[in-house]
């Protein structure tokens, strides 16, 4: 028994040696190198060669469509607008001064409601004094001899308005130098907005046109003013946000007067009329624009619905720049025209233009009769 299990276990062994052998001469097979004389042939590994690279398909090079400019009212359509839309907004005071002097009997209790009539319509108390002072004496000597109180009301308010008032627009400037207008007021009067609205009326006119954008403090003021100018193709000068409102102003009459434009039109930051120091920065943006050319006309811009309110801003800014003329804002929407008169009175220059509505052509030159006329209904 001991004999066989030697045996099984020599021939394991024997099995083990052989394997171990076998796999040994394998891989000395594998791995030795070709004997001398042997030629060895390397194949090349090929590959495809590089497609070619397309040609790039020359593009035509297409400028930009340039913009189509509007091409704005005239005037005598927007006097048109004016006369129905002032009519619509102001007739209530013409027909309620017509009811009561159309009474049969005149009496002190008619002559009071005339006078608040005309108060609330924000007239002012010595011009309104002044109305009724001459209707009263119209009315009592001519008597039951009137024979059109519509006719003698019409011709007692446009005294009022006074039509012999200078109401041009100053926008053409002396020896070569364009005409500079300077706008200014308070804030949310709408100093942009007209701006951009007279440069209309100026295009309209073929008057040639450049904005200066000196309302530095705001940058949506600037970026408005920039959009009214590419609708009708007036160029927009404009400085860095926050940049000296002076340094923006004294550029843009620059451009001016070296292209040989009819216009400036300079547009401010509105300024509350108590901020000395506000009010003492516009003045210097005029100072330093005429070291340019002189300034044609300052206007000053009024928001119709502020009534009283706005004699105080007029008297403090005419004081600062020396107003030559009155915008009346949104003037359709208040039944308070009796502004124009006290303003006015107030300044002794005239209402200029007037605010209708909202739309780019809704500003109007004024004109006396045709207000006149609307409050007349």
Not at 126 to 142: A, H, K, N, S, Y
Not at 161 to 169: G, H, I, N, Y
Not at 207 to 214: E, F, Q
């Amino acid at each position: 028994m001991g004999e066989l299990l030697y045996l099984i276990i020599a021939i394991a062994v024997l099995s083990v040696v052989a394997v171990v052998g076998l796999l040994a001469g394998g891989r000395n097979r594998r791995s030795a190198p070709p004997s001398a004389g042997t030629d060895v042939i390397e194949r090349p590994v090929t590959t495809a060669p590089p497609a070619p690279e397309a040609e790039p398909v020359p593009v035509e090079e297409q400028a930009p469509p340039a913009p189509t400019l509007e091409r704005p009212e005239g005037v005598s359509s927007r006097l048109v607008r004016l006369r129905q839309r002032l009519s619509r907004s102001q007739g209530g005071l013409g027909r309620g001064l017509l009811a009561l002097l159309s009474r049969d009997r005149l009496d002190e209790d008619t002559w009071e409601s005339i006078e608040d009539t005309l108060l609330t319509a924000d007239i002012g108390v010595g011009p309104t004094q002044e109305l009724v002072d001459r209707l009263r004496t119209r009315m009592r000597v001519e008597g039951g001899n009137v024979p059109d109180v519509r006719a003698v009301l019409r011709e007692e308010l446009l005294t009022l308005v006074d039509p012999t008032m200078d109401r041009r627009l100053q926008v053409t400037g002396d020896d070569g130098n364009p005409g500079v207008v300077l706008v200014v007021g308070v804030n949310g009067a709408g100093k942009t907005t007209t701006v951009g609205k007279i440069g209309r009326i100026l295009v309209a006119q073929d008057r040639t046109v450049v904005m200066g954008a000196a309302d530095t403090f705001r940058a949506a003021a600037v970026e408005q003013l920039s959009t009214w100018g590419e609708r009708v193709g007036v160029e927009v000068v404009r400085g860095p946000e926050g940049s000296d409102p002076a340094s923006v102003a004294f550029e843009a009459v620059k451009a001016g007067a070296e292209r040989g434009l009819d216009t400036v039109l300079v547009d401010t930051a509105g300024r509350l009329q108590n901020k000395a120091g506000l009010m003492d920065e516009l003045g210097k943006v005029k100072r330093v624009i005429e070291k340019q050319a002189p300034v044609t006309e300052v206007l000053l811009v009024l928001d119709a619905t502020t009534g009283q309110n706005g004699m105080i801003q007029a008297r403090v800014f005419s004081e600062v720049v020396d107003v030559t003329g009155i915008v009346l804002t949104k003037l359709d929407g208040s039944a308070k025209g009796g502004i124009v008169v006290a303003v006015q009175r107030e300044l002794g220059v005239p209402v200029k233009l007037v605010g209708l509505g909202e739309g780019a052509d809704d500003l109007a030159p004024f004109d006396a009769e045709a207000f006149v006329d609307a409050l007349l209904g």
